[in-house]
């Protein structure tokens, strides 16, 4: 894996000097005294001095490198292993999938990368430290200073996939990511009194990092260990959470839990992000849960950088400082937390100062259910399979219009059983892009000047189908 | 719950279970538009990762259906639930005994 290539490079990032990087220092949390909640495991409150003894129990387990794939399923156990990492100078890794190749790619990037696990049967190839076992409530007591950290330390690198077959990777930095997580609490209008943050997404994703964790440690909130998966277990969650309670969710979630129609108790905000948002399901979220749903519009590379009321307005409103500049056909969001300059793989319009619209993905972006990857690393993957002469992913056409938009491809590779290529490819991406549906072929469609329009796999994909029927 | 199928009667031939497992494989494939024929899923085979190769968003989708149609609601701290996704047999089994319509 590299640094990000597409600037300078992160080196220059840490050398400059913005607001947030000036030499200050922040606290590990914000919560007002060790006796406030700082998480909720099954309805039951973690005061923050005892996050404090977590986090200086487990410091020492990390072992001496400088580098940890945080895996944690449990949100707390994953909250004490970031906050650890800020007390020991470690920086988190956080990859938005644990594929083998992606695996082996990570070590390739950070030689001395061990992996934080909370669980039994973590399969991760890497040197792993086991999250300790939980001490209790009498270890607390001691612990009742919150480390200050130095706002300009990188404390996490996040990765994109490039379009070379190499991740590439951004730099996250202490004061940015407080900057941009306590102004979300403001443009959620959640700052005047302790919420309960209960999320179906992973920490590891970015999204996830800010709304489900950072929003919660760095605004006094509290998080809920859980990760709710079924509409039941969202509901039960939420029930158990006291109020004031937000759910952070996904739109695939939230069709879920619209449609399975579970009693869902009431909710004082709910936040949406991965994927737009269909403007009915926001209306009926609204209305199933009295209450409020904001979705939020961001990347990997820049964190969350606008908000809208989906039911008020099609416009989203930027974080300040944030600019969205025109240039040559693309659009690139600087200043701000921003680490870095980055393009933006969407259509976006701007119509004020502060305000845009979002008009769907770049040509080359592909989105499953929030899980970003683009066609040409997919191809590269795919053509890195032993015995592939050709292949091509494509943006298969929406099953229906509310059920999740899949990639399909056409492959060119005698002699290569379909099920072991599956299996080459399941080693290499994330199961949301294996194709489907995967279609071996003579030749691909390609145009006169050797290019391969989508739409020519598409159709190819349809005859396909058609001929199979018949 | 009173619907609940006995062993005995899923044992039978052409048993309710064998109409439900046609079904739901139907339901299965309709729902998640897959390049497969419903009777060419093997009943035993797992249903997450190998297999049939759904991933979690398939997952959901599926609760989603059964849902509706049958009126079971899955959860994922439910002792067997582990065992749901196993295979399209205990998937069949567990809306079997739960099924509210």
Sequence with gaps: MRSSARCAGWSSTSARTGPANRLTTLPLISHSSTDAVIAYRAGQ??????????????????????????????????????????????????????????????LHFAADVVCLTDEEDCNIELPRVRYPTEAGPATAAAHTDVPRIDSARLIAYVFTSGSTGTPVA???????????????????EIGEQACAIVATVPPQHMYGFESS???????????CAERPFYPADVAMALARAPRPRILVSTPVHLRALLGSGVALPETDLIVCSTAPLAQQLALGVEERCHTRLLEIYGSTET?????????GSPEWRLWPGV?????????WAQGGHIEEPTRMCDVLEMTGRDTFLLHGRAADLVNVAGKRSSL??????????????????????????????????????????????????????????????????????????????????????????????? | MSDKVSPLKQAAPA?????????????????????????????????????????????????LVVSKRYGVQLRADAEENGEIFGSLRRLVQYIGAHRTR
Excluded: W
């Design chain 1, 45 to 106: 409150p973690i005061l923050a001095g005892q996050f404090l003894a977590d986090v200086a129990r487990v410091a020492p387990a990390l072992g001496p490198g400088n580098h940890v794939l945080n895996a944690c399923a449990d949100r707390y156990h994953f909250a004490v292993g970031l906050a650890a990492c800020l007390v020991s100078h470690k920086i988190s890794l956080l990859p938005s999938t644990h594929t083998p190749e992606v695996v082996r790619q990570l």
């Design chain 1, 170 to 188: 951004h730099a996250k930095t202490f004061g940015r990511l407080t900057a941009c997580v306590r102004e979300e609490a403001n443009r959620l």
């Design chain 1, 213 to 223: 964790l950072l929003l919660a440690l760095l605004n006094g909130h509290a998080l």
């Design chain 1, 303 to 311: 964190g969350q950088i606008a908000v809208r009321r989906p039911t």
């Design chain 1, 323 to 331: 600019t969205l500049i025109a240039r040559d056909g693309e659009t």
């Design chain 1, 376 to 470: 040409a690393y997919l191809n590269h993957q795919l053509n890195s399979v032993p015995g592939v002469l050709d292949g091509a992913f494509f943006h298969a056409d929406e099953p229906h219009a509310t059920a999740v938009a899949r990639v399909g491809a056409c492959v060119v590779a005698p002699g290569v059983d379909p099920e072991r290529l599956l299996a080459e490819l399941r080693l290499r991406i994330d199961p949301a892009f294996l194709p489907r549906p995967l279609l071996m072929v003579a030749r691909l469609p390609r145009n006169s000047t050797g290019k391969l329009p989508q739409a020519a796999l598409r159709a190819l994909a349809a005859n396909l189908k058609t001929a199979a029927a018949g």
């Design chain 2, 15 to 63: 048993s309710p279970e064998a109409d439900l497992t046609g079904e739901v494989a139907t339901l299965i494939v309709e729902a998640l538009n897959l390049d497969v024929a419903p009777a060419a899923i093997d009943p035993d085979k797992p249903l997450y990762g190998e297999g049939l190769g759904l991933d979690s968003i398939d997952i959901l989708e599926i609760a």
